[in-house]
């Protein structure tokens, strides 16, 4: 089933059952005050390397060790919502067995046959359980040659109360997160555009305070350069694609393409809903046998929830 919505269940690692369990994605019974403010790390992890194993167990360490500074398994990130692309087939279950995953993440999916079918890599997205997910599915590309789609999770924040009232919240609202990974080189160009037009519409769904993509765009055509803005999306980013800064791509090694901003943070909102401009991590990062982790640099950024009419303000 293509370009429609098919239903996920997030996994929950169960100490108990020593295995992973479906959640029933229930909001209900959830305790105040829930966060407003939640950390997005995006990073295609690449799958066409050499050793995708170790490179992934590697990478996991980085985002535990580097990204959120938990030194120990047993350490919680802040509220959080990690998105992975390109994690191979086989070296899925180094998600699933990792003991710091399994202690502070949702993992949506928990199986690679959700993926799309005969795909050989895919996009996973990690969850903390500090926050609450009441929704997950995924949309597999019709136009796709490559079994590209995008995954999305709602995830309920709370309305930060006004200063000095005795509310711990204004109310809790839902924002939508899409995870992906669009068609890649030249010969993807006109496929991007209607795989972002369809995540557009799901992140712009009524009953959302608003919606966050990010993933690997493959921004290296000429209609990708207004793609954005053709499906009512707003870039994170604000120094445009020519600011080497921005730059995700093309030096872990040097490519036969110039470096690039390949990885990108979008989003939109009914107001009630700030995105800071991403940040880059994973430059220069390698495994300890001295490899690089993955071609990409990730991308990391803090959502916030604020009461309406204040955008903008300080906090």
Same mark, same amino acid.
């Given at each position: 089933m293509f370009d429609t919505p098919r239903p996920l269940r997030a996994g929950r690692y169960s100490e108990r059952e020593r295995r992973w369990v479906q959640t029933s994605h229930c909001a209900r019974g959830v305790r105040e005050p829930l966060p407003s403010c939640l950390r997005l790390v995006s990073?295609?992890?690449?799958?066409?390397?050499?050793? $995708?194993?170790?490179?992934?167990?590697a990478a996991l360490?980085?985002?535990?060790?580097?990204?959120?500074?938990c030194q120990t398994p047993a350490a919680r990130p802040e509220p959080c919502c990690i998105l992975l692309q390109e994690v191979s087939v086989g070296a899925f279950t180094m998600i699933l067995t990792n003991?710091?995953?399994q202690r502070c993440f949702l993992v949506v999916p928990t199986s690679t046959d959700k993926w799309p079918a005969g795909a050989r890599y895919g996009t996973v997205t990690l969850v903390s359980r500090t926050v609450p997910l009441s929704n997950a599915f995924t949309i597999d590309f019709g136009n796709s040659s490559m079994w590209r789609n995008a995954i999305f999770v709602d995830l309920k924040l709370n309305v930060p109360a006004l200063p000095h009232t005795p509310r711990l919240s204004d109310g809790?609202?839902?924002?939508?997160?899409?995870?992906t990974h669009l068609e890649s080189l030249p010969m993807g160009e006109a496929a991007r555009p209607m795989q972002l037009q369809l995540i557009s519409e799901m992140l712009q769904e009524y009953d959302l305070r608003g919606g966050v993509v990010a993933g690997d765009m493959n921004a290296i055509g000429a209609s990708d350069m207004t793609i954005v803005e053709d499906v009512g999306l707003i870039d994170a980013?604000?120094? =445009?694609?020519?600011d080497e800064e921005g730059f995700t791509w093309g030096y872990q090694p040097r490519e036969q393409y110039p470096p690039a901003r390949l990885d990108k943070v979008l989003f939109t909102t009914r107001g009630g809903l700030e995105v800071d401009? $991403?940040?880059?991590?994973a430059v220069g990062a390698r495994t300890d046998y001295g490899d690089w982790i993955s071609d990409h640099f990730g991308?990391?950024?803090?959502?916030?929830?604020?009461?309406? =009419?204040?955008e903008g303000m300080p906090m």
């Open positions: 990073w295609n992890v690449d799958s066409q390397t050499k050793d $995708p194993k170790k490179r992934l167990i360490v980085h985002l535990q060790r580097e990204v959120f500074r003991d710091w995953v809790i609202v839902t924002v939508r997160i899409a995870n980013w604000e120094r =445009g694609d020519d401009e $991403p940040k880059r991590f991308l990391m950024t803090t959502l916030q929830v604020v009461r309406d =009419g204040d």
